[in-house]
């Protein structure tokens, strides 16, 4: 059984910044492709950003060049870097790690983007 777990969202202003981090217990990101998906409050899940073994990276439309998402693999452990937030970044967000043939998720954190 994969367990992800989820950190760092939170309330931010329109123009701040946030990290949201995602850990394993094993080495499952050094081997496997994962990313971050979200699902806004009135909306389905979407892609955000994904992250090849290979370290090769894809990002949505709506977050190219404002969100980088990395990984460190001696702390199995992706991230998200969230900048130059919108109100319309206003989601719960989930990593996910494509295990062989399943898709394991993480619980999900909240980003709100609000004055």
């Known amino acids: 059984q994969v367990q992800l777990v989820e950190s760092g969202g939170g309330l931010v202003q329109p123009g701040g910044s946030l990290r949201l981090s995602c850990a394993t217990s094993?080495?499952?990101?050094?081997?496997?492709?994962g990313g971050w998906s979200r699902q806004p409050p009135r909306g389905q899940r979407e892609l955000v950003a994904d992250?090849?073994?290979?370290?090769?990276?894809n990002y949505a439309d709506a977050v190219k060049g404002r969100f980088t998402i990395s990984r460190d693999n001696a702390k199995n452990t992706v991230y998200l870097q969230m900048n130059s937030l919108k109100p319309d970044d206003t989601a719960i967000y989930y990593c996910?790690?494509?295990?062989?043939?399943?898709?394991?998720w993480g619980q999900g954190t909240q980003v709100t983007v609000s004055s």
């Open positions: 996910y790690v494509l295990f062989g043939s399943r898709t394991y």
């Open positions: 094993g080495s499952i990101f050094s081997f496997y492709p």
């Open positions: 992250i090849t073994v290979g370290g090769r990276t």
